[in-house]
């Protein structure tokens, strides 16, 4: 059996990330994010099920979220390792200025607060191998 691949995207809200997944991994990784959850079952536990769920059965995962630090990574890297997938960041290098563009395009829930976007900004932290990726990819979006 080929070795699932367990995608990391991490990134500002706005960056790109949703569209890559679409144009890149929709045919052959599953679909994991808290955008996808409702409210209530918006936990990390429940992401982490669905990731365990997908890799338990040999199936390949992409990560869907901001994850913009270190300590949000961690967990969703040790799953990966349990299970023996590749490991791989996607970091979207995109400026503040283009996100808050982006974000002012968007419609209902899917637009969020400029102070989201200016939150998750000061926790960014880029991935790095050291953190047990395989593989870091920046994507300039």
Not at 111 to 134: H, Q, S, W, Y
């Amino acid at each position: 059996m080929k070795q699932p691949q367990l995608v990391i995207f991490a990134g500002l809200p706005a960056s790109g990330k949703s569209t890559y997944y679409r144009e890149l991994f929709a045919d052959t990784h599953v679909h994991v994010s808290k955008d996808l959850m409702p409210k209530a079952r918006r936990s990390d536990a429940n992401l982490l099920s669905e990731i365990d769920v997908a890799l338990s059965s040999g199936k390949s995962v992409v990560v869907d979220n901001t994850n913009p630090s270190i300590v949000v990574r961690a967990p969703l890297i040790a799953l990966g390792r349990r299970h023996g997938a590749r490991i791989i960041a996607c970091y979207f290098d995109t400026e503040v200025k283009t996100v808050l563009a982006r974000n002012r395009l968007r419609e209902g829930a899917a637009r969020v607060p400029n102070v989201a976007i200016f939150a998750t900004r000061k926790k960014l932290v880029p991935p790095a191998m050291e953190e047990g990726f395989d593989e870091v990819v920046v994507v300039k979006a």
